[in-house]
């Protein structure tokens, strides 16, 4: 049974920084893709990034390009993303997933909220 757990999230000033973790445990980190999530309020969930398993290939949402990088630690079952030069409407609950491909996530974690002030 595969659970995520992110944290990492805070409050922090527009060009700051934060670093999200998400420990992943019952499954090898290496079998699978992991993505990172957001969703502001009233607004619909958006993918901010994902690693893919094997390759660690990456992907950002154009939105956070040269400013957030996820990458990945198999000895400690963590995926994170740090985030830098922090927006204000960077602003939201971030969500770790887990699926066997970058389209397809079937095991989620709880969020951590990010707050960025202008």
């Known amino acids: 049974d595969v659970q995520l757990q992110a944290f990492g999230g805070g409050l922090v000033q527009a060009g700051g920084s934060l670093r999200l973790s998400c420990v992943v445990s019952?499954?090898?980190?290496?079998?699978?893709?992991i993505g990172w999530f957001r969703q502001a309020p009233g607004k619909e969930r958006e993918g901010v990034s994902v690693?893919?398993?094997?390759?660690?290939?990456?992907f950002y949402a154009d939105s956070v390009k040269g400013r957030f990088t996820i990458s990945r630690d198999n000895a400690k079952t963590t995926v994170s993303l740090q985030m830098n030069s922090l927006k204000p409407e960077d602003s939201a609950v971030y969500y770790c997933?887990?699926?066997?491909?970058?389209?397809?996530?079937?095991?989620w974690g709880q969020g951590t909220l990010v707050t960025v002030s202008s």
């Open positions: 997933a887990a699926g066997p491909t970058t389209r397809h996530f079937g095991s």
């Open positions: 019952g499954i090898t980190l290496d079998d699978v893709t």
């Open positions: 690693i893919s398993r094997r390759e660690s290939s990456t």
